[in-house]
């Protein structure tokens, strides 16, 4: 298995260009979730799927958009970049919203929004 | 609003030495409490997952505890190597509504020299 895989690993962008990034999962979890990382405030939640076509806002979802047409891809759009949103983002799993599991995260893709 | 603190902010030891990271939450009311490993500029891998209704879980030279009457949980690493040096984040689950919901401590840096 490939685990939680994520493109593109670096990005950089100009104030209001949009983008989509990336995340895939091959181990059949329902639960998808987007963080951002960023120094001095830890990972914070963006959004999460409990499952294909559900999805919900975290604790930052200004500015993002996810949908999730199918288990494995839930991708995250930036719709008008800020400087703002400068940060390394991550996609995490899990089999499902229930704490009794596990939550695995990708490699991250790292923002720049000049 | 739960809050998740660890200390110390960083660490530098000798190889060879056993060493503790705390963990420490305000809500008490928890479902489970997973510690991260995040090595620069990468993702975060999964060490140890501990549900509310255990009290420690070991992987090898890793033990991980959970004590949440005192808002408590530490990861002890025995005889440390320098491949150990890294990010170590604990995150807790609160369960029921949060719908999959980490919260993260900032994180403690650990350096192991030879």
């Known amino acids: 298995n490939a685990g939680v895989t994520q493109t593109p690993k670096f990005q950089v962008l100009k104030t209001g260009q949009s983008m989509t990034l990336q995340c895939a999962q091959d181990?059949?979890?329902?639960?998808m979730s987007w963080y951002r990382q960023d120094p001095g405030m830890g990972l914070r939640l963006i959004h999460y799927s409990v499952g294909a076509g559900i999805t919900d806002q975290g604790e930052v979802p200004n500015g993002y958009n996810v949908s999730r047409s199918t288990t494995e891809d839930f991708p995250l759009r930036l719709l008008s970049a800020a400087p703002s949103q400068t940060s390394v983002y991550f996609c995490?799993?899990?089999?499902?919203?229930?704490?009794?599991?596990?939550?695995?995260f990708g490699p991250g893709t790292r923002l720049t929004v000049t | 609003k739960q809050e998740v603190t660890q200390i110390p902010a960083a660490l530098s030891v000798p190889e060879g030495e056993n060493l503790v990271l705390n963990c420490s939450f305000t809500?008490?009311?928890?479902?489970?409490l997973q510690w991260f490993r995040q090595d620069p500029g990468k993702g975060l891998t999964s060490l140890l997952l501990i549900q509310s209704s255990q009290r420690e879980q070991t992987s090898g030279r890793l033990n991980a505890s959970l004590d949440k009457s005192s808002g408590r949980s530490t990861l002890y690493i025995a005889a440390s190597q320098p491949g150990d040096s890294a990010t170590y984040l604990c995150a807790s689950h609160a369960g029921g509504t949060s719908y999959g919901k980490l919260t993260f401590g900032q994180g403690t840096i650990l350096t192991v020299h030879p």
């Open positions: 809500d008490s009311a928890i479902y489970n």
């Open positions: 995490a799993s899990s089999y499902s919203w229930d704490s009794s599991y596990e939550q695995y």
């Open positions: 181990m059949n979890h329902e639960y």
